[in-house]
């Protein structure tokens, strides 16, 4: 079961869907200079690595690759694939936002009450 909160992945998976829709996933280095993007980035940098590592699991697990059953797997294959790349692969994921709500909906858990609130 992870441990990040809810409310952290559910913001990811806002964001990700934002910047998707104004960066075609296929693009290696988007704009330098779209504001977006960079928060995204500069919001996946300051996760801690178990944070990171979690998401990353989430995002297999919403992905198919994992099931909710396979949750330590999914987090010891995270682990040992940790690197400095990660969030620019998990921004360069062109459906992470539907699989990080996947893998968030694995667990029984969602973000339909945090998309009704203000950002």
């Not at 990040?4 to 330098?32: G, W």
């Not at 919001?43 to 919403?62: C, F, H, P, Q, S």
């Not at 330590?72 to 459906?95: H, S, V």
């Amino acid at each position: 079961m992870p441990t990040i909160a809810t409310d952290k992945v559910c913001f990811i998976a806002i964001m990700a869907r934002e910047v998707h829709a104004k960066v075609p996933p296929f693009e290696e280095n988007p704009a330098s200079d779209d504001a977006m993007y960079q928060e995204l980035r500069d919001y996946l940098v300051a996760l801690d690595v178990d944070e990171r590592v979690e998401l990353l699991a989430l995002m297999w697990t919403g992905r198919g690759d994992f099931d909710a059953s396979e949750w330590d797997d999914a987090m010891a294959e995270a682990r040992a694939t940790a690197d400095a790349r990660e969030p620019a692969y998990l921004i360069g994921t062109p459906l992470l936002s539907d699989y990080l709500e996947e893998g968030l909906a694995a667990f029984g858990l969602g973000c339909t009450d945090f998309e009704k609130r203000d950002l």
